[in-house]
């Protein structure tokens, strides 16, 4: 009786002795890049989540570059992943989008920012949405928004000029999503009995953090700020559709239009995951931009004097210093656009883009396994010294002369491909009106900072506070 418990218990031993060998080992149809599958089931997800608490390259990335090279293999949520800090692979993965690779990330993404999203559809549905977007968000409607932009940026700034000191991620956050919500949904913070801004604060505190579903977690907080904020958006998708307006004013109308027709391929539930995102997307994002770009010029006074002589410069040659920015102005700051640049190079604001391989990818001497996931690292391509010499240091000198209308081997701040985003001359007309309009007429002063955290990208756990005042001397 004792030998055969023995042999049951060897061949268990034997069982899980092999499917660990194979969990380390997975077959594949080539040479496998280097790296480590991790603990089965867990992988490397614990490494993958633990919080950057410098301004470089995330440790579990760095690390592995050092050991491995710069293209890796890894196991992240119970999922095979290739990592690729390799500027001609990233260049490859977006250029053969839809062919080689689509789009995909881990099943906890895709629970937070819903099924449906726009990031986790393809083909023609992706190219349908993109081109819904970009009725908002597209040149022409820019050109239209840019007094609103300015308008709303000068109130603001002119508020917090009286106040004591201002939190600027959060100031920011605040002016960008009243805005976009204006424009979205015609949602005014201020006459609104329900705060959505409030669900999306929950939302973003559990955005990068370990998957567990358990009351008390952040993963948990940040599921229900998502419930909160789509059954608010419901509520007012099915109050807009019950009083449907004559003339359409924002997006919400438009996207009731495309519901009605007949031949519509939208439903109810993509409409209401794209608005989720593009809330989160357009504020979340341009504020922490926008905060960093602030302290940047505070920390470097030959940038800020720069771009103050530029913005000077405008308001000058008008023949009314008192009138509002034109396009034609916007378009002229060359410095600004090297700021923004250099600041969106820094905050690295998406660490990651997920791909997924259609089918088996060969490249420099690997293999890419049909159906495996592929994480982009736009943070190694960014902070490369190969390309950026002093990788870390604000530099905006180093974008003289250089033109960008896209993704490049060695920028990708605002993604590649076909799904590069559509909301990057949004974020550059609100970066850059921004600047304009403080820097014309206001001095900062820093008061206390916190330490600097990049999870998903450089944040200030304890606020970056400044005193705003106006400046004395006026533009002759």
Known sequence: MISVGMCIGAFL??????????????????????????????????QFFTPNTTSDIAPFVKERMKRYGPIFRTS?????????????LNYFIFQQEGQSFQSWYPDTFTEIFGRQNVGSLHGFMYKYLKN??????????????????EEVAKNKLKRWSGQTSVEMKEATANMI??????????????????????????????LISFPIDIPGTA???????????????????????????KEGTDFFDYVLEELQKNDTILTEAIALDLMFVLLFASFETTSLAITLATKFLHDHPLALKELTEEHEAIIRSRENPASGLTWKEYKSMKFTFQVI????????????????????????????PAGWAVMVCPPAVHLNPAKYQDPLDF????????????????????????????????????MAVFLHSLVTKYRWQTIGGGNTVRTPGL????????RISEKDEKIL
Request: charged fraction near 25%; proline fraction near 6%; glycine fraction near 8%.
């Open 13 to 46: 031993v034997l069982i899980i002795i092999h499917w660990v060998y194979n969990w380390r080992n997975p077959r594949c149809n080539g040479k496998l890049p280097p790296g480590s599958m991790g603990w089965p089931l867990l992988g490397e997800t614990i």
């Open 395 to 430: 530099n905006p000198w180093r974008w003289e002369g250089v033109e960008i209308h896209g993704a490049t081997r060695n920028f990708m701040a605002f993604g590649g491909g076909m799904r590069f985003c559509v909301g990057t001359d949004f974020t550059k007309v609100q």
């Open 341 to 368: 640049n250099e600041t969106v190079r820094l905050a690295n604001i998406v660490p990651a883009i997920f791909r997924k391989a259609l089918r088996d990818i060969n490249f420099k001497g690997y293999t890419i």
């Open 459 to 466: 944040q200030f756990p304890n606020g970056y506070h400044v």
């Open 219 to 245: 993963y948990h907080k940040c599921l229900q700020g998502r419930k909160k904020a789509m059954k608010m958006l419901k509520t007012m998708l099915e109050e807009r559709r019950a009083k449907p307006r």
């Open 76 to 88: 992240v949520v119970g999922r095979p992943v290739i990592v690729s800090t390799d500027p001609d």
């Open 132 to 149: 819904m977007v970009l009725n908002l968000f597209g040149s022409e409607s820019l050109k239209k928004m840019l007094p609103e932009v």
């Open 177 to 206: 999503f009243d805005l976009t919500a204006k424009k979205l949904i015609s949602y005014d913070s201020e006459t609104s009995s329900e705060n959505l801004r409030e669900s999306f604060v929950a939302f973003i505190q559990g």
